[in-house]
Every structure is written in structure tokens, then in C-alpha cells.
């Protein structure tokens, strides 16, 4: 595996890439990364001849009360889990290589990027675009691995490769769970123990929303309120949202067909959770 941290080497390893006619694959992340991560790294090797993982912890996306300083990194075991996978090349650049002194220009979206998380993370979306279009810009994929986890990224990700004709595929790859059901995430690390069990609410609430879809149940309400009664029955969790929608737009739906989204977010203590299931 190759690791790069400059710009000028990435567009050369580029344009050996492409003067040897291989297909390029990317993985963007923020690193500290687990087996969700590497399921997109497993993807990426399924649809191109090279994969390139990028680990950069963005502070575009992160707001003033958030935890951008306290964000789990630990690029010596990034660096092992991504050779260890088969990557081929690490791109790990800094913030100043990113976004250089009086870097100004931003990508913003529009009416889906002011629901769910953009509502409750005013400019978060504005900073994942703006890094996503930079790594685009600097790698030219042929494809890019996003996890579903992430459904409302993915779904603005998709509309900005559609919306400017970039000509790059986009695979999203389903949510990789703990055994118990629990969404792979690097804040589960500031999880505690009995925190993470109550966490467990989250992907049970899911999950019978899921169940009662396939049990003919189509009332989103109905869905929601089996979502929220799991939240709600567990000590220390508190829902932020609970969205039933389309899965273009995201806009709430009345009725739940087949690829509606189920989409949550949760504190549980104080450590904010994100997860979601597709009915199908």
C-alpha cells in the first residue's frame, strides 16, 4: 500500500492510474475505522482495479459545539486495517493541504440538505460536499463507496453527481451491525457499557418498524410510533428525530412503500447516534 499526503502526488499516481487503463475506486472517511468501513473497501475491490481510501477528519462538517477535537483517530491502526484489507492507496492529507489560507469557495445544496441531520447540523452538509467534491475534483474515481448508515449523505452525494454530470458511479453499501443489531460507528466508542446496551434501542426500534412493514403495516405513523416506543423505553436515550420518507427528496411520507426510509437520530447519554432501514 501506498500512502500519499500531497496533492501533486495524488494527481500523479493519478495519471499512471489512468495511462495504464485501470478503473479507480474510492472509499472517503474520516478514519478510526471498523468493519463498516473496510465492507466499502471490499465493495470498492468488487468494481474497480484500484482502491483508494482517504482519511481526513473534515472541520467543515463539524459545528461549534461539536466534537471535532475529541473526534477518535488513530492513523498507525488505519493505516494496518486499510493494507491489511487491500487498499492501494492511503491518501491521508492535512487540514492545510485541504483547504489551504483563504480557501473560501463552499458547495451547498438545497431544500434536502435543510432536513433531518442539516436541520439538527446547521453547514454540516455545506462541509461534507465541500470535502467530497474537493476529493472527487483531486482522485477522479470511477466509483465511490458511501454506507447506508449515512442515508441522507449518500442521497445528497447522489444529487450533486447528478445535478453537476459528474460522471462517477455511486454504490452504497448496507449498514454493517454488531451482532446484536447495533450500527457500526466510530462514536460508539465513547459509548460506555451500559450505554452502548441501551443503545441497542435504536436498531430495535428499526428493526420492528421493519417487521410491522412487512407484517402489511403502511401507516408512517404507525411505523414511527413502534420507532419511538423502543426510544422512549429505554433509560438515558432521547430521539432528535424520527423521519419516515421518500428515498429521493426525504420528504416525510403518509404512506410507507416499498424503498421508503425509516431514518433516526438519538442521544444516548451524550453521544449522538444515527441509523436507518430501507423497507423492501
Not at 234 to 242: L, Q
Request: glycine content about 8%; some cysteine.
Amino acid at each position: 500500500m501506498r500512502e500519499i499526503a500531497s496533492i501533486k502526488q495524488l494527481r500523479s499516481w493519478r495519471a499512471a492510474q489512468r495511462a495504464a487503463g485501470r478503473r479507480v475506486a474510492l472509499v472517503p472517511t474520516m478514519g478510526y475505522l471498523h468493519e463498516g468501513h473496510l465492507a466499502l473497501v471490499d465493495e470498492a475491490r468488487r468494481r474497480a482495479d484500484t482502491v483508494a481510501l482517504s482519511i481526513f477528519v473534515n472541520p467543515l462538517q463539524f459545528g461549534p459545539n461539536e466534537d471535532l477535537d475529541r473526534y477518535p483517530r488513530d492513523l498507525p491502526r488505519d493505516r494496518a486495517l486499510s493494507e491489511g484489507r487491500g487498499v492501494d492507496v492511503l491518501f491521508a492529507p492535512s487540514v492545510e493541504t485541504m483547504y489551504p489560507p483563504g480557501a473560501e469557495v463552499r458547495v451547498t445544496a438545497g431544500e434536502t440538505a435543510e432536513r433531518w441531520e442539516g436541520a439538527a447540523r446547521p453547514g454540516h452538509y455545506t462541509g461534507v460536499l465541500t470535502v467530497v467534491a474537493k476529493l472527487f475534483h483531486l482522485l477522479e474515481p470511477d466509483v465511490a463507496c458511501f454506507g447506508q448508515k449515512d442515508i441522507q449523505q449518500v442521497t445528497l452525494v447522489r444529487r450533486m453527481l447528478d445535478d453537476l454530470d459528474w460522471p462517477i458511479e455511486l454504490a452504497m453499501v448496507p449498514t454493517v451491525r454488531d451482532v446484536d443489531g447495533l450500527a457500526l460507528s466510530s462514536r460508539n466508542a465513547y459509548l460506555s457499557p451500559a450505554e452502548r446496551a441501551q443503545a441497542l434501542a435504536l436498531s430495535g426500534g428499526l428493526g420492528a418498524a421493519a417487521a410491522a412493514w412487512r407484517a402489511g403495516e403502511r401507516s408512517a405513523p404507525a411505523l414511527e410510533a413502534l420507532v419511538r416506543a423502543s426510544i422512549d423505553a429505554a433509560p438515558g436515550v432521547r430521539a432528535e428525530y424520527i423521519a419516515v420518507v421518500d428515498p429521493q427528496w426525504l420528504r416525510p411520507v403518509p404512506v410507507a412503500a416499498a424503498g421508503t426510509i425509516v431514518a433516526l437520530a438519538a442521544r444516548v447519554g451524550t453521544t449522538r447516534l444515527i441509523d436507518n432501514v430501507i423497507l423492501e
